[in-house]
């Protein structure tokens, strides 16, 4: 059977680092077997969705290259949830219950208050017909709950290994809601199965879902026949540098905020999110590719990984260095650097942690600077020995070379003066690959004190 996994975000926020490492964790599981990978929006909860975070989601990983096989929404899809769950129904696996939340929470909080675990107690197993026809002549609507079998809950897990659960200490989940919508832990499992995922991957906050989950897929097994129980793996979640869960900061870690404020390469953010948490170090990757090649979810750790900021600028920044500028001719074009060509990308991009950054040298190469011409006669006996053009590569160095000779001064004497002069700037970029971006008019100007 071919691999077959699924990334199943909810469109109810943006993407952060940690929903965006799960996609890119399967992409690369399904890409490395030669499987297929699917996207399914997880829409069933209508007041909270919302068409812009669906289209967001889709942006962010067409942004990073996860370019999904299948795509499915569980909201064209009620039909057949209704259906199986006619045939769960009708199997005796979903029972009709008609407490409130306020009864719910007051029973919750006397077994917490007697040490017991808040377990379900289904009272609603012992109603009679009676007691139903009343209840809903009070006005009361049914919410459904899934009858656990209680026997143990074993599977082998790629990340935890073996995992063990008591189905009696798990209570009876609800799948329907009083208005009749099938919830999540339902749902998750008929497109599991109609769409025949072999490898369910996702956060560890799932482990207990799957438990019951492997209920629910074995009882549609048993009543519809066909389909195995997926593997399973679950991911530790991603904190931040202290050990925090990621909730509080989500809208600054969101992809678009990366993408967009950051200033983040989307192979920046493959290459950290694709080895954080696993045995393999951390290092600029500039094609997924190589990525797929170096996967395995073997790999992936059972510690909590941390998700520091700041390790993924220096990633970005080392990723910069590496990029060809036909990688980067685009975003350059974007920032109004139309003329940005592969020898200006080559000068600064040693540089830059962000590409946006390459405007501040583009304003040195191409536009006016008010230089720092701090040592009129020095600067005039160089601008004598400007060499006539073409410039290239090696002028700065014949140019130096020249001015060391005629004025004796070496070092920090001689280049700071010059790169005062040239650049506006103490620190920059290597003037060998700048001056010829300069070009010979602009360079004499600056160094005689004028704007050029
Ligand atoms: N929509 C669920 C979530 O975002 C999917 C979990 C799963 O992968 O089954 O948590």
């Not at 399904?30 to 209508?46: H, M, Q, S, V, Y």
């Not at 900061?249 to 983040?264: D, F, H, N, P, Q």
């Not at 909590?304 to 990723?319: G, M, Q, S, V």
């Not at 790169?419 to 971006?437: C, I, S």
């Amino acid at each position: 059977m071919s691999v077959a996994v699924r990334f199943a975000p909810s469109p109810t926020g943006l993407l952060h680092v940690g929903n965006v490492r799960l996609a890119l964790v399967n992409w690369l599981f399904a890409r490395k077997a030669g499987g297929n990978f699917l996207l399914r929006l997880d829409d069933t909860d209508e007041e909270r969705s919302k068409p812009e975070y669906a289209e967001g989601i889709e942006r962010d990983l067409t942004w990073l290259g996860l370019t999904w096989d299948r795509f499915a929404r569980e909201s064209d899809r009620y039909g057949r949830y209704d259906e199986v769950a006619a045939a769960l129904k009708a199997a005796g696996r979903l029972y009709p219950c008609y407490e409130t939340p306020e009864e719910l929470n007051l029973k919750r909080a006397s077994l917490v208050s007697q040490g017991r675990p808040p377990i379900y107690d289904r009272a609603a197993l012992r109603l009679t017909d009676a007691d139903r026809t009343r209840l809903e002549a009070e006005g009361r609507k049914p919410h459904w709950r899934f009858k656990l079998e209680h026997t143990p809950v074993e599977w082998t897990d790629l990340v935890r290994g073996p995992v063990h659960f008591e189905g009696s200490a798990l209570s009876d989940p609800v799948l329907i809601r009083e208005d009749g919508r099938p919830l999540y832990t339902l749902t998750s499992v008929v497109d599991d199965v109609d769409l025949a995922i072999t490898h369910v991957i996702r956060g560890e906050d799932h482990v207990a879902n799957t438990a019951v989950q492997i209920q629910i897929f074995e009882a549609l097994t048993h009543i519809e026949g066909g389909g195995a129980v997926p593997v399973f793996a679950h991911l530790p979640l991603l904190t931040d540098a202290t050990g925090q869960g990621l909730s509080k900061r989500l809208g600054s870690l969101s992809v678009a905020s990366l993408r967009e404020e950051e200033g983040i390469e989307p192979m920046a953010l493959a290459s950290l999110l694709a080895k954080l948490g696993t045995s393999d170090a951390i290092e600029p990757r500039l094609t997924l590719d190589e990525l797929v090649a170096e996967f395995d979810i073997a790999k992936v750790s059972r510690a909590t990984p941390k998700f520091d900021p700041e390790e993924l600028l220096r990633l970005n920044a080392r990723i910069l260095h590496l990029l060809p500028f036909e990688r980067v001719a685009g975003e350059l074009a974007a920032l109004g650097l139309d003329d940005a060509d592969a020898a200006f990308w080559e000068a600064v991009r040693p540089n830059l942690s962000r590409v946006a950054e390459a405007r501040d040298w583009w304003a040195v190469t191409h536009a006016p600077v008010a230089p720092a011409a701090d040592d009129p006669a020095f600067l005039a006996e160089a601008a004598a020995l400007l060499p006539e053009e073409p410039w290239d590569l090696s002028t700065w160095g014949t140019w130096t070379g020249a001015v060391k000779a005629k004025t004796g001064r070496k070092g920090k004497d001689l280049f700071l003066p010059l790169r005062r002069a040239l650049t506006g700037r103490d620190h920059g970029p290597e003037l060998k690959n700048l001056l010829p971006l300069i070009g010979r008019t602009r360079a004499q100007k600056r160094l005689a004190g004028e704007t050029a």
